[in-house]
């Protein structure tokens, strides 16, 4: 079989990581990312990029936990190099705060962020309505710039990017040996997906730089989270609403919640405010599927889903899709020569 040739539709940060796993995974491949949408202008660029995990009620605890450490581990060495501030990625260091102790003390990824333990009693006087906390390192991706490394170093590995509606999968059999689906919201409507439904999220991108620190309301609506050149305020989840208009009494609500946690923003500068889609799902859908018709079958590897947690999880997710295109191309390669006997 000729090299086989990769569709990944979608260029937020799944489709992106998953097409450079493809690349690292099988260089003999010849990939090529279609979507209609790149940086600045996906959901991806709204998002706050601060690894902290979501938890998907459909999957295991250790393969989420796998996901996050992958991820973590691959970002850090990214934060540990020259890269780290053309690539956006930062160590950044601040508080999870609760108004009254969580069930869970020791979330399953305490161990993967950096010195992960109880606040003191001093560190919780910042919070006067908050009585318990948890102080932790973490790393924060600045998205666009993420995203345009992202897609520099698939252009250096040859991969073409194409501006391109998909309007269904099948479309592409005829072009493309595998097609991997990373479409975000966008797969509710490209192959039907009722499980996957839209969380809205609003937030703002204020200029703040004295603000080094996160903090995180543990209740996970209202959030401040440093970039390198931008401070991210937090938020809301609306389930089910489509609109990606901006509200001004949300962003004067959001504005009131973040300055009592962090009363210094008061002096913010320059707020733009952005809307999202988290594309939400009980579970993230990574699994092979074979479309067929009138007996010419194609190939498919989902990799969508991932809800309010896309950053902190999307290079794990990425490596196992890669794994199986493997498995896709294990399978041609074994028709084929099954073909020519
Ligand atoms: P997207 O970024 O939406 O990319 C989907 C791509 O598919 C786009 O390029 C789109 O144009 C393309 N596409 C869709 N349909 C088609 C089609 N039919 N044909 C061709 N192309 C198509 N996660 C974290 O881990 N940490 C955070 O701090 C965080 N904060 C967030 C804050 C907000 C306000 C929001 C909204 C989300 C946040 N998230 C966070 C979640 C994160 O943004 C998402 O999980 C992640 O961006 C999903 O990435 P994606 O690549 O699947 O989707």
Known sequence: MAAPKVAVVGAGVVGLSTALCITETCPSCSVTVLSDQFSPNTTSDVAAGILIPHTYPGTPIHVQ??????????????????EASEAGIHLVSGWQVFKNTPKEELPFWSDVVLGFRPMSEAELQKFPQHRFGQAFATLKCDCPPYLLWLEKRLKATGVQMYTRKVADLWELHSEYNIVV???????????????????????????????????????GLTYIYPGIHRVTLGGTREKEIWSLSPDSGTTKDIFDRCCSLEPSLRG???????????????????????????????????????????????????KEAARLVGECIAALQGSSSRAKL
């Open 65 to 82: 936990k796998q996901w996050f450490k992958e991820t973590f581990t691959y970002l850090f060495a990214i934060s540990n190099s020259a």
């Open 181 to 219: 689906n990373c479409a975000g919201i966008g797969a509710h409507q490209l192959v039907g997906d009722e499980k996957l439904f839209p969380v809205r999220g609003q937030v703002l991108k204020v200029h703040a730089p004295w603000v080094k620190n996160f903090i995180r309301d543990g209740d």
């Open 268 to 318: 913010a500068q320059d707020i733009k405010v952005k809307v999202g889609l988290r594309p939400s799902r009980w579970c993230v859908r990574l699994q092979r599927e074979v479309l067929s018709q009138g007996g010419v079958k194609l190939p498919v590897v989902h990799n969508y889903g991932h809800g309010a947690g896309g950053f902190s999880v999307h290079r794990g997710t990425a």
